[in-house]
């Protein structure tokens, strides 16, 4: 059994209602030290989840005025008795009510300890608690459905529906080995070879849906980019659609990196508007300069800005060279004006998006074609719905897939069937780790402290 933790669970600051909860088995013998209901009943009497209006003493001095809310395990959270304390919203408040609750018998939880403790106690797999997570950090709709779905148990269902085909799998392996009569060496009856090649063809495309995962998760790292005087900055104040960052007719104007996310149509966009790229004196203009070409490197999406209204010059040329082209638009902007630009040297450019910045001319069709570079290349099959986006997840499931892909070769090889045991082992294994069922503390530490305090 574990000690009883305590933390505060909603933000720090002023605001309506500050919640202090406990989780454990002394949770409500502490409020019973703390804790008169209005009603005058004792703790031990109050309903299972009720709500109880009355007030916090420390000894004879009056707390604060509260609603406790009583659930007793293991139907709850954490699957312990939970005690959840409504102040009064206020820092000083809450805080207060903490530190008596502490004094009373609580440990403070650690960064996601309350979750932590549905994990260990089984109400969630660590899918689902790290799906908890995400959906606190969430910042569009679309990464916050992933994460509903993931803590629907999806994952979880998906993972322990391919860990049971392999289950069958070794079943079979397990008879053949305890009774040689059955031959090792028959090859695998034809329904388990399919088992394996579902487990091949979902690890697949889980996998390869990581990418499109992180990009909802994370976002899309976009580096805005061009020589002095093009209209980077008013390219980014047209995206977000405030003026942001400042635009003079001076070049140079820019010298830091400028970050901001929009959300495009439920993708973050990380924008970064960068400092126009040039040979300069002025080093502060230079280190910005220095920064604007890492930034080339590390963007996930380039927008490689031009000036329709003048002709190439060799800043343009020097820019084209350092750039990637996998990962660029071509963004040709003051069309308001007459156009003298021309690309043709601009090869590694496939197309350009003609727009003014200054006049919001053609920027619906510049986010269109930063959405199609977003989405190709990405599985757009709508009847998966299925995506992962964790790096952990990833990494299991490829080692799945590789167990499962050397068991093909064994069988291909006409080798004896016990053979694939160890694989066997291998592949579930990993999809324990997904699910949890195989953690250390070192892996539970990792994926919990990335977690709010409280939660
Ligand atoms: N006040 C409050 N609001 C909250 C939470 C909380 O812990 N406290 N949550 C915390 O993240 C989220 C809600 N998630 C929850 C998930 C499960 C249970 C729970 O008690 N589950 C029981 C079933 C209870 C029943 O069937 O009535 C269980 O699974 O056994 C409670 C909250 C968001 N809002
Ligand atoms: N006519 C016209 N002028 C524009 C357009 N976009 C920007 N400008 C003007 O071009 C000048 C430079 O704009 P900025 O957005 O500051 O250019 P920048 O690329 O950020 O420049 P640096 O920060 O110096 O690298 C300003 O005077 C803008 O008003 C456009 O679409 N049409
Ligand atoms: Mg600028």
């Not at 299972?48 to 009583?70: A, K, P, Q, R």
């Not at 069958?168 to 059955?182: F, Q, S």
Request: aromatic share 4%.
């Amino acid at each position: 059994m574990f000690d009883t933790i305590a933390a505060i669970s909603t933000p720090r600051g002023e605001g309506g209602i500050g919640i202090v909860r406990m989780s454990g088995d002394e949770a409500l013998a502490i409020l019973g030290k703390i804790f008169k209901p209005v009603s005058g009943k004792n703790i031990e009497d109050l309903r299972n989840f009720s709500i109880n209006y009355g007030h916090i003493y420390d000894g004879d001095t009056l707390i604060d005025e509260v609603m406790v809310s009583i659930m007793k395990g293991p139907k709850t959270y954490t699957k312990e008795d939970i005690v959840e304390i409504n102040c009064h919203g206020g820092y000083l408040i809450t805080e207060k009510t903490l530190e008596l609750v502490l004094k009373s018998g609580a440990r403070i939880a650690e960064q996601g300890e309350f979750t932590r403790r549905a994990f260990l106690n089984g109400r969630l797999d660590l899918t689902q608690a790290e799906a908890v997570m995400d959906l606190i950090h969430g910042k569009t709709d679309t990464s916050i459905s992933l994460s509903l779905n993931q803590l629907r148990g999806d994952l979880k269902k998906q993972i322990l529906h391919l860990k049971k085909l392999i289950l069958d799998v070794a079943a079979h392996i397990n008879v053949v080995l305890d009774y040689p009569e059955e031959g090792i060496d028959d090859p695998l009856p034809e329904n388990l070879v399919d088992n394996l090649k579902e487990v091949l063809d979902t690890s697949n495309v889980l996998i390869s849906s990581y990418d499109k995962g992180k990009m909802i998760k994370e976002g899309v790292k976009t580096a805005i980019v061009g020589k002095p005087n093009v209209g980077k900055s008013s390219l980014l104040n047209s995206i977000l659609r405030e003026e942001r960052a400042i635009v003079t007719h001076i070049a140079g104007t820019t010298r830091d990196m400028i970050e901001e996310v929009v959300n495009l149509k439920g993708i973050p966009l990380v924008l970064v508007d960068t400092a126009g790229i040039r040979k300069t004196e002025d080093l502060v203009e230079n280190i910005g300069v220095e920064k604007s070409k890492e930034m080339i490197d590390k963007a996930d999406l380039i927008l490689f800005v031009v000036d329709g209204s003048r002709e190439l010059s060799d800043e343009d040329i020097k820019i084209h060279d350092q750039i990637n082209a996998d990962k660029v638009i071509g963004i040709m902007n003051k069309i308001d004006i007459e156009k003298k630009l021309d690309t043709s040297k601009l090869t590694k450019v496939g197309k350009w998006i003609e727009i003014s910045a200054k006049e919001n001319l053609g920027i619906d069709d510049m986010e269109d074609e930063i959405y199609r570079f977003v989405v190709s290349g990405q599985v757009e099959d709508s009847s998966q719905k299925l995506i992962i986006t964790n790096v952990r997840h990833k990494s299991a499931l490829e080692k799945t897939n590789d167990a499962v892909r050397n068991i093909f070769e064994t069988i291909d090889m006409g080798l004896p069937m016990d053979l694939i045991a160890v694989d066997l082992k291998e592949a579930t294994d990993a999809l324990g780790e997904v699910t949890g069922e195989i953690s250390t503390e070192d892996l539970l530490d990792h994926v919990f402290s990335n977690f709010c305090v409280g939660k």
